[in-house]
């Protein structure tokens, strides 16, 4: 295995494109360095991309926020622009492990290695963020929801590197928010999460929402119909169940030991009015 | 293989060392530094007998290769007493008999110093939830939880 630490995109990229057996980009390495321990990977080369500086920053843009790919889960939740403006982004970031693996996790990582339980990834579908490719044809951006395609699994061609996270801008009176459910307070994979962002109007009515479900399918979900069932409402009783029902009916879960399906079905429509009251008092709202 | 050749910081002593890449700072630390206060309890981040700072923030040495190393500030539980003279949190382990077989002690030490250094005054809730990522067979964890609560409120007075 040989270790490589380029200072640009290009270089790292090239690197990747050029080698012939099996490369990994490494961001925190805590799913790599677990998948490399345990032998369930044997790279031949591995690309850190910590030496690269637009990989590493926390940037407020015209356009929202641009999150460097290699930013830690401790970096996210020291930064109180982006705290303010997407708190349920942070805080599912920060679910992510204990206290020293926020030291070194990121979100791309966690994008990237394709879980369908990742907890930072529901909560990136619902704020529409965007990830910025670095590949050696140039750059693309695509929506999160379409990098991972399966368990383990994503449509990143080789060469390419995520370079940054893009949060939108937020209108006034939004919200978002991220919940999961897990046996116990810490340090487990969720059985199901949820995420929720919304913006209201001046007199409280949703003009904008995301619904988002992990751990229910074999990637996460964006759920337009959980969407729509709080569009045009004050998130009255009603409506709240109507997204619970949209939500528990967009899940394709598995059975394991964690959980039976149908329980992941019930507690999605459990969290996902949670998760929704919850955005909206952020929001402004009540 | 090719050896790669590090340079760090390691509780402030400029250090040099060559490793393979795919071997762990814990790997490093342990076998090529004599520095064996870190544990190695599972080697996938769920334990925490590994901890150490790097460049100030608390992280599993079992996580990181020695190779990402190069230019960083490593702290290890070797650098925590000053010669003789223990820390607040070392002397209170001992006091509370916060510790049986030991193994986890150098972790739950980084792991609750790193803890007071950004908050000094914890709530229990939040030692609890600061140490999550220490796992200990032999406690029962309340007298390490009490032991770093009492750290606290003597630094507090100090
Ligand atoms: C003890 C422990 C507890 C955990 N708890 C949780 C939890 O509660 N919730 C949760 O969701 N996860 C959890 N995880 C999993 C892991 O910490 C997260 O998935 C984390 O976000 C991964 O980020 P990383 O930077 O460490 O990724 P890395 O290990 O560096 O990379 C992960 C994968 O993504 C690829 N990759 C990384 N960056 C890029 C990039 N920029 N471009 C292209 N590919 C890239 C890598 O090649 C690799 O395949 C836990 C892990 C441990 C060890
Ligand atoms: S040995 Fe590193 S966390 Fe257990
Ligand atoms: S004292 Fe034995 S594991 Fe904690």
Not at chain 1, 62 to 80: P, R
Not at chain 1, 143 to 149: I, S, Y
Not at chain 1, 186 to 214: H, Q, W, Y
Not at chain 2, 51 to 56: K, L
Request: glycine share 10%; net charge positive.
């Amino acid at each position: 295995m040989r270790y490589e630490r380029p200072t640009t995109l290009q270089a790292a990229s090239q690197l990747l494109a050029k080698e012939k057996g099996s490369a990994y980009v490494l961001a925190g390495g805590t799913d790599l360095l677990v998948r490399l321990r345990t032998g369930f990977i044997e790279p031949d080369l591995i690309v850190d991309i910590k030496r690269i500086a637009s990989t590493r920053t926390i940037a407020k843009t015209a356009t929202g926020f641009k999150i460097g790919a290699a930013v830690s889960g401790a970096e996210l939740g020291e930064n109180a622009a982006l705290k303010k403006a997407w708190p349920g982004v942070v805080e599912a970031a920060n679910l992510i492990g204990s206290k020293q693996v926020q030291g070194r996790a990121t979100m791309t990582g966690n994008l990237c290695n394709a879980s369908p339980a990742a907890d930072s990834v529901p909560a990136l579908v619902a704020a529409a963020a965007k990830v910025v490719i670095a590949g050696p044809k140039g750059k693309r951006t695509i929506p999160v929801e379409q990098v991972p395609v399966g368990p383990g699994k994503t449509s990143l061609k080789k060469g390419e590197i995520i370079e940054a996270i893009l949060l939108p801008k937020r209108p006034a009176r939004s919200g978002d928010a991220y919940l999961r459910f897990i046996p116990r307070t810490e340090m487990d994979i969720a059985v199901v999460g949820v995420g929720v962002s919304l913006t209201l109007d001046a007199k409280g009515i949703v003009t904008a929402a995301r619904v988002s479900l992990g751990a229910v399918a074999p990637t996460v979900l964006l759920v337009p119909a959980a969407a729509k069932a709080i569009i045009g409402t004050k998130l009255d009783a009603k409506a709240l169940d109507a997204l619970a029902a949209a939500a528990s009916a967009a899940c394709k879960p598995i059975d394991d030991k964690r959980g039976t399906k149908d329980y992941r079905i019930k507690v999605a429509g459990v969290l996902a009015k949670r998760a929704a009251k919850i955005a909206q008092q952020r929001a402004g709202g009540k | 293989m090719s050896s790669i050749k590090v340079s760090t910081t390691i509780n402030g002593d400029p250090t040099e060392y060559v490793c393979e890449a795919d071997e762990t700072l814990l790997d490093v630390l342990r076998n090529r530094l004599g520095l064996t206060g870190a544990k190695e309890g599972c080697s996938t981040g769920d334990c925490g007998a590994c901890s150490v700072t790097i460049d100030g923030r608390l992280t599993c040495s079992c996580l990181v290769l020695g190779a990402e190393m190069d230019g960083a500030e490593i702290g290890t539980i070797e650098g925590m007493a000053s010669g003789e003279k223990l820390h607040p949190l070392q002397k209170k382990f001992i006091e509370h008999a916060a510790l049986q077989c030991g193994i986890c002690t150098p972790g739950f030490l980084i792991a609750a110093k790193s803890l007071l250094d950004h908050n000094p005054k914890p709530t229990e809730t939040e030692v609890r939830f600061a140490l999550a990522g220490n796992l200990c067979r032999c406690t029962g964890y309340d007298k390490i939880v009490r032991a770093v609560m009492d750290t606290a409120a003597e630094m507090r007075r100090a």
